[in-house]
């Protein structure tokens, strides 16, 4: 099992539309945890944290429940701007740094 | 700041050359990481460092692969000898150390084609 799964889509959404991605962590001990994200041919780039009592970025919204080990990103009336690979992230509580671990990504289309 | 600078962009080699990859990290940053990132795998932790010490390199595939960090502002991937699978992105990236919220950086990227 890997330690940080996400659906790898691809999402095909309307403009507009709102939608949601999960993504599941193995080690309860995970420590933080983040959204990235990856448009295509370049380097992903922090999206959003996500924080136990959840956070809100414009139309961007990031949950996490610690007991089921699941983090999720909505994202409301989406822009084509949006299409791209987001990233799931969390960091283990590791002896001597932070090692961190991505998700695979999902894929997210946005069309007109 | 420049932020993480990796060169080069591209590499193109044959089988069995040597390849060196170069990154320079954001200063004031005491962790380096180094990713690959393919189609099939994503993105793989490969080693990282803190303050120039290699903490894991668990996920560094073979011996084929080694990485150095000499001195703050510098750090090298090197694949000797390398294999048509080694074929990949492979990103640099830099945190400060403050705490478990700190954001990563990436560098741009080494895109490596083996033929």
């Known amino acids: 099992r890997k330690e940080v799964e996400q659906d790898p889509g691809p999402f095909n959404v309307p403009e507009g539309a709102t939608v949601a991605f999960n993504c599941t962590y193995s080690?309860?001990?995970?420590?933080?945890f983040f959204w990235y994200r990856q448009d295509c041919r370049k380097e992903p780039k922090l999206l959003m944290s996500?924080?136990?009592s959840g956070n809100e970025d414009g139309r961007f919204t990031a949950q996490l429940n610690r007991a089921s080990q699941y983090i999720s990103l909505l994202i409301r009336d989406s822009k084509l701007s949006d299409s791209a690979t987001y990233l799931c992230?969390?960091?283990?509580?590791?002896?001597?740094?932070?090692?961190?671990?991505f998700g695979a990504g999902t894929r997210l289309f946005v069309k007109a | 700041d420049a932020g993480v600078i990796q060169s080069p962009r591209h590499e193109v080699t044959e089988m069995g050359q040597e390849v060196t990859l170069r990154c320079k990290p954001i200063?004031?940053?005491?962790?380096l990481f180094w990713y690959r990132q393919t189609m099939m795998r994503g993105l793989e932790l490969l080693i990282y460092?803190?303050?120039?010490?290699?903490?894991?390199d668990s996920g560094m595939p073979e011996d084929r692969f080694s990485a150095k960090m000499p001195n703050a502002s510098f750090s090298t991937l090197k694949i000797q000898p390398s294999e048509p699978r080694d074929s990949a992105v492979y990103f640099c990236?830099?945190?400060?150390?403050?705490?478990?919220?700190?954001?990563?950086?990436f560098g741009p990227g080494t895109r490596l084609l083996v033929l």
């Open positions: 080690n309860s001990a995970s420590q933080s």
């Open positions: 460092f803190n303050n120039n010490v290699p903490i894991d």
């Open positions: 996500v924080y136990s």
């Open positions: 990236a830099s945190r400060p150390s403050a705490s478990f919220w700190e954001t990563q950086y």
């Open positions: 992230v969390a960091t283990p509580l590791n002896t001597g740094g932070f090692k961190t671990i």
């Open positions: 200063s004031g940053h005491d962790y």
